[in-house]
């Protein structure tokens, strides 16, 4: 145990033991003179802490500081009663605030515990109460508000950590100081208990024991209480108003002295007012002009001075900010910054404001970080951050979204209306403006809210405008994340891996594949929507696989073919039976011989017009499908499907193409439509 830890126990143990064992006189004066110094201490530190928890240890050191004053309010008992002397400490304050006259000193001593307990005490307690209720009342909030943050791109995550745990402080620390409190007032109480033991007991004993006369036993005691009761109650009144200090250091900027001089110089101007009400004062009032002229001059004088020191302060930061800005154009990093481009960008029309505006019922930051959610579920991607901001350049109602600086999808909004998706038939009843839905290009109808219910009982599929945009951004996400996933984030994914499974990823990265390697293969998992959660089944599969081949193309056909039950269960569900379109035995023979090898890979060298045939035949079959009202699904072989998927991902990029060893053995395949040349 360290020398400091020790030194606290045998404190603690120190205090505990005075309320039972007689301290000397002199040893006693010792400890009252520490106890105000501690208490001076405390009102220092609370009145320069710019905000409570720069003093998070308030509630555990005013326990043992109210302790402490207990513990020597014992032992001045005991002396008193015992002794009819407590120390030189408590005689001196008795004799200076009684002044030779007991009755005066004993009013003033009241009139401070009175102060103590219902002002200071009272006060400290109500607002350590609130605090610590509308700081838990207020997490919640503080919690979302962090979030949208994070979201925004405002703060990193090592920010959002920071602030996070700061708000948990704070909720720990205005609980604490709620029940700390408590025990403030508790002394506060006890402090005139104590007064009238010593004040009745003393007089008592006086007389009885140790022979005093009347006159002598009251003015001795009520000394003796009336110092006891002075070098408890001045540091207790420290320590409560600190308390009172701590908890009120809300929305600051510095300390109590930096507050003060800045929040109350803020209005030069109101000091003319108050210098002009006073001379007024003196001049309609008896008070008289020679008591109120020279406060109001100080008055004007220093509104005159403060007035001064504004405007030449707002002028010197006025050219700060001028030369900082003309630095910030001559300095190369200037430029440097313009290359930044954000992964993900959603711009919008000022019409659109409301929708991101959270005082305006705007709920897009919340959706956004659903949307991140669902894509880290779905896809085992995390999505980057998404930039939100509004562009004048575009429509009222228009919203665009960017990839990397480059737009890729784009949609018109109307706030107060709803977008109705026809459920295959229309019916004539329901008006509305014609548009297409933007996520899947279906034509819908924009419609008011009267037509909303009318429209829901027809069949058709509303969603709000909200709705829409959420829909919309995650299908481009999901549509792009093979574009979202770099180096850099397959390198976060493999250090999440490494902390549960370090043998794994150890065995894989470098020694086997790069990261630049490893990252190839989940984008092209990622480009057919193959969800890379199971990151430790993917790098199993690249680890076995990886020291015969460096062909990405082929290890992500390995590492399809590990995922098989997440791939069959993808696209069929909770059926046993999946219904796919097949490769005819000739065309697959065709696509096979046309694979060229090469020493850096295998290619398809086919030609275009065979190429074009394919396409349209398959097409074909999956218009069929589509018409049918089921998914459509294209079944090859293991040698030929990726080469098919090559030709046809061009025009019916959605289209996914799976192979017979994808597909766990459990499920029946029923062929709807073969592909012939």
Known sequence: MKLRDLAILVGVIGIVMMMVIPVPTFLMDILLVINISVALIILLIAMNSKEALDFSIFPALLLITTLFRLALNVSTTRNILVHAHAGEVVKAFGNWVAGGQVAIGFIVFLI??????????????????VGARFTLDAMPGKQMSIDADLNAGLINEQQARARRSKIEREADFYGSMDGASKFVKGDAIAAIIILIINLIGGFIIGMTVKGMGFGEALETYSILTIGDGLVSQIPALLISTAAGLIVTRAASEGNLAHDLSTQMTRYPQLLYVVAGTIALLGLFTPIGIIRTFPISALLAYLGWKMQGAQSKQQQEQEQLVEEQQIEEVRSPESVVSLLQVDPIEFEFG?????????????????????????????????????R???????????YVIKLKGNQVARGDLLLN??????????????????????????????????????AEMSGYTVVDPPSVVATHLTEIIKRHAHELLGRQETKALVDNVREAYPAIVDDLIPSVMSIGDVQKVLAKLLKEKISIRDLVTIFETLADHGLYTKDPDILTEYSRQALSRQITQQYSGSQSSMKVITISPALEKK?????????????????????????????????????????????????????????IERVMGDVPVLSYSELEPSVEVQSVGTVNL
Not at 112 to 119: A, E
Not at 606 to 611: G, L, T
């Open 591 to 647: 696509i096979a011989e046309a694979v060229q090898q090469t020493d850096q890979g295998s290619y398809l060298a086919i030609d275009p017009v065979a190429s074009q045939q394919i396409c349209s035949r398959v097409s074909e079959q999956v218009t069929r499908q589509i018409q049918s009202g089921q998914q459509p699904v294209v079944l090859a072989s293991p040698t030929i499907r990726m080469y098919l998927r090559q030709i």
């Open 417 to 454: 209306h709803y977008l109705a998706m026809s459920p295959g038939f229309e019916d004539e009843s329901i008006i509305g403006i014609e548009t297409t839905e933007p996520a899947f290009g279906l034509p819908a109808l924009w419609i008011d809210e009267a037509t909303k219910e009318r």
């Open 388 to 398: 939100i901001r509004d562009n004048i350049q575009l429509r009222p109602n228009e």
């Open 112 to 129: 401070l515990v009175i102060v103590q307990f219902i002002v200071i005490t009272k006060g400290s307690e109500r607002v350590a109460e």
């Open 350 to 386: 000022y019409g659109l404001i409301p929708l991101a505006d959270t005082q305006q019922g705007g709920d897009l930051l919340d959706r956004i970080i659903m949307i991140r959610r669902q894509c880290a579920l779905e896809l085992g991607l995390v999505v980057p951050v998404i």
